[in-house]
């Protein structure tokens, strides 16, 4: 709601674009969610599914070798292979002959019950032979018949890795220190293996491993040796957080991988496989990439729509408002009228239309309008100058009266020539501040020779050259603090005059200390200012300033009265110089 609030006061351009962006965004989230949790659905069902296949072949796995394992006593307790093994050479040739081909066949016959079973062998150490299931003539290789003692198997599982080869061998007799009378062994196939490993995710172009980590051996089916480093380090991971099954995403060389792992106690063994998520979720990918394909559609249709709806709604709306601005201006410009006929080139065409009715009225009304102002000035400034005119020749005739003040006579006689050639030189309505600044000082010093001394007066501030204001604006002012706070004080007076400027408003004061005044009367006065547009009677002072003020800058400028600080009336004189 604060949001709607922020934006009651923004540009009709910024509230369709956020209508537009709020309507879009929702759906092409919605969109994306879709995707994403469908990527997550399939990686989750695939996994599961690749997990399960590694438990039936890790599970055959283990079947296969338990079943080994558990056959191979059978096999150790032939009666020939004891006897061979404890007479050696004290039989006949043919018998040892005999016996070894009823052993082979045995053998074969073991090899031939799995097919994870490579080989099946005898060591003998007495006749120093090992006898294979096919072949005859072999002997005893010293290094693998000392792998094959249980005796070096430190492990729990029954597997011995001996030069890249697994074994599963039982010695005869066993748990015993000495050595051993001959020792019973099955090499298994890791081709077998492997290809059983290669069956859980070499459809999806995948890699799998079964690894040993306490004997460091393993059987895998990809050929990417460095993807087989960071399995065995995820291994590790899984063995330290003692993970026995499950399936994350592993990051390796920019690619993401769709790993599944369990953990096979017969073997002591992790089978990982890792298969290329693109090719597991390859149809999304497809859809991932339609999604950007409308998300960069999305931002052309959002920049397209801006584009016309700044073109053909804002900028035609702007141009009228500004339009509208100008009229209230007083600038009643046209509007160039480049639309057809939709709905802003009707509005163009009424604008235009009130702007020429507007013309019309305005040149009937004006001159007459100009008349009748010129006139009610005429008439107003008027009524100063006799005002005026009968203070001076009073004054003058005191002073000729008098024979010590024929000097302030004669300066008196200059002033009020000064004063009414300024009255007299022209009849314009308007004249330079500066002028009008000067035609005080000359009063001031008019009623200077009246009072003396007693009437200190202060002029302050800017006096703008280039400025103009309608003629006897100051002058009434200060005529009025003579005549009615300073004139018939005891105490000696003090007149204060400056200007004050802000931006295009301009402020003349007129401040004295006179006692005479009480804050009624001020309050009373400010009412007279307030009604005197109202008034016809013949007025002068302050109230003829001020009409003549809000004739010619409107009725946000004139006169307005406080206290001052100096103890008596404080007029100000608020002008517009824009």
């Known amino acids: 709601m604060k949001f709607l609030f922020f934006l009651r006061d923004s540009s009709i351009f910024k509230k369709v674009m956020v209508a537009f962006l709020t309507a879009l965004l929702p759906l092409m989230m919605i969109t994306w969610m879709i995707n ?22 890790l599970d055959s796995l283990d079947k296969e070798a338990d079943r080994i394992d558990r056959y191979l006593p059978n096999y150790v307790m032939d009666k020939d292979l004891m006897e061979i093994a404890t007479t050696g050479h004290d039989i006949t ?43 005859y003539e072999t002997s005893i290789d010293d290094s693998e018949y000392t792998a094959m003692q249980q005796t070096d198997k430190l492990y729990a599982e029954p597997f011995t890795y001996w030069n890249d080869r697994l074994f599963i061998s039982m010695q005869y007799p066993a748990n015993t220190i000495r050595r051993p009378i001959y020792i019973v062994g099955v090499e298994l196939s890791a081709n077998k293996i492997r290809e059983t490993l290669a069956q859980i995710g070499e459809s999806r172009d995948g890699q799998s491993v079964l690894l040993n980590l306490d004997r460091g051996w393993e059987i895998e089916s990809g050929t990417d040796s460095a993807l087989m480093e960071r399995m065995k380090e995820f291994a590790a991971e899984k063995r330290a957080s003692k993970s026995e099954e499950g399936y994350e995403t592993l990051h390796y060389a920019g690619h993401r991988y769709l790993t599944v792992y369990k953990y096979s106690n017969v073997w002591n063994s992790y089978s990982i496989t890792c298969i290329p998520e693109a090719n597991v979720l390859g149809p999304l990918q497809k859809y991932r990439f339609w999604f950007l394909g409308a998300c960069v559609l999305a931002v052309f249709i959002v920049f397209f729509f801006s584009y016309f709806l700044l073109r053909f709604i804002y900028r035609p709306l702007m141009k009228l408002v500004h339009s509208f601005r100008r009229v209230q201006q007083n600038r009643l410009d046209l509007i160039p009228i480049d639309r057809g006929h939709d709905e802003f080139g009707y509005l163009y065409q009424a604008f235009n239309d009130t702007v020429r009715s507007l013309k019309t009225l305005i040149e009937e009304n004006y001159e007459q309008q100009i008349r009748n102002q010129r006139s009610e000035l005429k008439r107003l400034q008027s009524q100063i100058n006799p005002h005026f005119l009968y203070n001076c020749f009073f004054v003058l005739c005191r002073l000729i009266k008098s024979e010590h003040q024929k000097d302030k006579a004669y300066q008196f006689c200059m002033h009020i020539g000064q004063y009414f050639q300024f009255i007299t030189r022209n009849d314009e309505d308007e004249i330079p501040f500066e002028l009008e600044v000067e035609h005080s000082r000359t009063y001031v010093d008019m009623q200077s020779i009246c009072y003396g001394d007693r009437i200190q007066v202060k002029f302050d501030g800017e006096v703008p050259k280039d400025m103009v204001v309608p003629r006897l604006i100051l002058q009434p002012i200060i005529e009025n603090a003579y005549k009615y706070a300073l004139g018939n004080m005891l105490p000696k007076g003090e007149l204060w005059v400056h200007t004050e400027r802000k931006g295009n408003d301009f402020s003349l004061y007129v401040e004295d200390n006179g006692n005479s005044i009480s804050d ?37 400028c004139g006169i307005t009265l406080s206290r001052s600080i100096l103890g008596g009336l404080k007029v100000r004189i608020n002008l517009n110089i824009s």
């Open 36 to 57: 994403e949790r469908g990527s997550d659905n399939i990686r989750k069902e695939i996994s599961e599914s690749i997990l399960n296949t590694t438990r039936f072949y």
């Open 93 to 135: 040739y043919y018998e040892l002959t005999h016996k070894i081909l009823e052993i082979q066949k045995r053998l074969d016959l073991m090899k031939n019950s799995s097919p994870f079973i490579q080989e099946a062998r005898a060591y003998v150490p007495l006749i120093d032979r090992t006898i294979l299931s096919l072949k």
């Open 520 to 556: 009624e009367e001020i309050e009373q006065l400010k009412l007279r200012l307030k009604q005197s547009s109202n008034r016809i009677e013949e007025t002068t002072g302050l109230i003829n300033v001020h009409r003549r003020i809000q004739l010619r800058y409107g009725v946000d």
